[in-house]
């Protein structure tokens, strides 16, 4: 799999590099600029793109504009943006384009190796990956709408589906029967009134729904 | 001192040269602003009982009686400047002048009249001619008498030679003490006359302390936002690369000891630990994205961050400016702190709106209540005082046993 990478700081760009490449990625570029990253995924047309929020020349939110203009432009590849610090206005920018093929990860983790170079995987699958901290951050903008229908329960299981995960990811992460998930699945699309069409459509539009996109 | 060595000190001659120099100017001043009076009086006395003579007189009337009122403010203005520059020059004592207001042309003079220490001024320049002018020539005199006494002794003999040349000594020796009366007496004449007024020097200093106060609070929201600026660029980087390393080791440790594994492992949580502390820290202190994308963005972040579930709505519309939402931001934090320390809630509800030019916050819980501002170790204290500093208000609603409503209002700009 063929990923560009842009993040300023050389120290983070060589450990990064070299943590996908051990992790079996190709890293066709790293960069240390929002432009470079736009010339360097015109060039190499990657599956992925890992970019950093605050990068030369205002380090406010370059990387966020970059991944907006790749998403618009190459609406194939894949963006996972790393940040020191998540936002929920950057996530709702991100999102706003389209919710597949999209992460939103603090940089800490990175330092889970495993946990990390799997998502990115998903994201390159077309799946998502938010950070929990931004789902959290999202969850406190809910006004009166379908969510305050929801049981507590409910809510972390949708939570769970915003970040990414299956039904499998699910059950593994609340420790709970595969069923049980798929009854709090139905009952959450129920609740949010989504017709039972095909499934996976129902689930994006759950996530989108919840993350007011 | 010693009477003779006043004679040559520097006090006396500065005192002096302030005197002489003062009766020369007042007297030239005083006579240019009377002449200016008597002029305009004899040319409005001749239009009221009707002019005679040639029509070009009459214009002239005209003209003197209108300019002269228009021409004496700008030149009582000059006269003032100059005497205050006598103070500066000779003395070292500066009056500052008073503030007129502004505008050009007519409208200047006209202002000028009704403008604050014009009236004053003039008094000033009526009298120092007199009050100047004498003292000025008391104290020429004074310095000049044995010289006088010497040119008289010629004419007188005896007892009454001796006595003029006493009389002329203990002149001489009081002339120190003359000039620097004379001059005291100028100078506060001139401090109350030519100054600014009492109302005009506190509304000068308030200026001063508000734009003073603005800037300390502006320096500090920089302060922060450097501080923060730098742990991004720097401790933060590190950190993660520490624990990418770190991370990267331990899932690489496949024929490591346990003992290995385990001291990896503990450094690997540490260093993610340490991250996660000093994000939170740095995210009380100044947020990158409420420069970026102002309060509204900057609040969800906090109010995801609390240890209870919070509620956050916020209408702002238009930003305010920094250091506002700087304050703004800071107070939702620390109320947020306070509200997980002190008040058992199980829950919160942030309401941010901007009315007309003020933005009010209202950060509620459902706890024990019996805050008040005045508690110690709370932290309200310290967030009154930042609103107080931009003009604003903090209050605080908090009956025993709750809610507990805490307002922050602050004005905008």
Redesign the interface.
Known sequence: MRVVLAED?V??RA??T??LR?GGFDVVAAVADADQLLTAVDTHRPDVVVVDV?MPPT???EGIRAALVIRRQYPKIAVCVLS???????ATDLLSVDTSGVGYL???R?????DFLDALRRVAAGGTALDP?VV??????R?DDPMRRLTPREQEVLKLMAEGRSNNGITEALKVSHSAVEKYVSNIFAKLDLPPTDTDHRRVLAVLKYLGA | MTPVRALASPWAWQATFHVVAGMFLSVTTGAVICSAAVLWWAAVLSLAEGPTGSWMLRVLYVVVAVVVPLAVPSCVRFFSALQRERFRALLGVDIAAPKYGPGTGWRRSVRLWTASGMWRQLVYHLLAPLLGGLGGVAVVLCWAAPLLAALWSESMSGPRGLLAFGGATVLLFAAPWLARGVAAADTAAARRLLGRDHAEELAERVESLARSRADLVAAEDTQRRRIERDLHDGVQQRLVSLALNLGMARAASTDRSPQDAAVIAAAHEDATAALAELRDFVRGLHPAVLNDRGLDAALSGVAARASLPVQLNVHIGQRCSPSIEAIAYFAVSEALTNIAKHAEASRAEIAAQRVGDRLIIAVTDDGRGGASVDSTGTGLQGLAQRAAAVDGRLTVVSPPGGPTTITVDLPCE
């Open positions: 700081s120290l983070l450990g990064l070299k943590l051990d605050r380090h406010t939110d020191q610090y998540v936002e929920e206005s950057y603090l940089k800490d990175v330092a889970r190796v495993s901290e959290a951050q999202l969850l406190v903008r006004r």
